[in-house]
């Protein structure tokens, strides 16, 4: 957070919050690793709709939360995440991935690199609205498709929460 305030790139509404989310057992965070080093990390929710983003928000789906990557590498860790959560969508029978970018006025060049970069990884923009703090984001959306061929690259073990049906994938 500090990297991001010090380049006065947008912050999430509560990033104060989000290293004790990290640290909270309840949370189940997901590192991305590159050779030992953690290059990205986020939180992920199978929901049964997003309500806040209204008819567009429908549906099962996987919700992207709190992701982030380390500074000098966001072009792999985006895309790799977009591989992996593309796949793990598709192989826990969800049809989207969704996630919120922030809008905010102030940072207009960055987000506009930021949309450009992930709907060239096939990410759609769904809208701008406000996310579940209330805080203007843009709607993103990703079609799930299996990758078979993905497997030996990025390797998933994910514990599922206790009362899903899954166990680890």
């Not at 380390?70 to 895309?79: F, I, S």
């Not at 990410?123 to 990703?142: A, I, N, P, S, Y």
């Not at 514990?159 to 680890?168: I, Y």
Request: with cysteine; proline share 7%; aromatic share 6%.
């Amino acid at each position: 957070m500090h990297w991001l305030a010090r380049r006065n790139l947008p912050l999430p509404a509560q990033a104060d919050n989000i290293p004790a989310l990290f640290r909270d057992e309840q949370h189940v965070p997901i590192g991305l690793f590159d050779d030992d080093v953690l290059i990205g990390c986020l939180f992920h929710d199978r929901r049964s709709g997003l309500s806040h983003w209204g008819s567009k928000g429908a549906g099962s789906n996987l919700f992207l939360r709190q992701l982030h990557t380390l500074p000098d590498r966001p072009d792999d860790a985006v895309r790799l995440i977009t591989l992996w959560a593309s796949d793990y969508a598709a192989r826990s029978g969800l049809p989207h991935v969704r996630a919120e970018a922030p809008a905010d006025h102030r940072n207009a060049d960055w987000l506009a690199r930021l949309l450009r970069r992930v709907t060239d990884m096939g990410w759609q923009m769904r809208g701008l609205g406000h996310g579940e703090t209330d805080e203007r984001v843009v709607q993103l959306e990703l079609r799930a498709e299996a990758r078979p061929g993905l497997t030996p690259l990025i390797r998933c073990a994910i514990a599922v929460p206790p009362g899903d049906d899954g166990g680890t994938l």
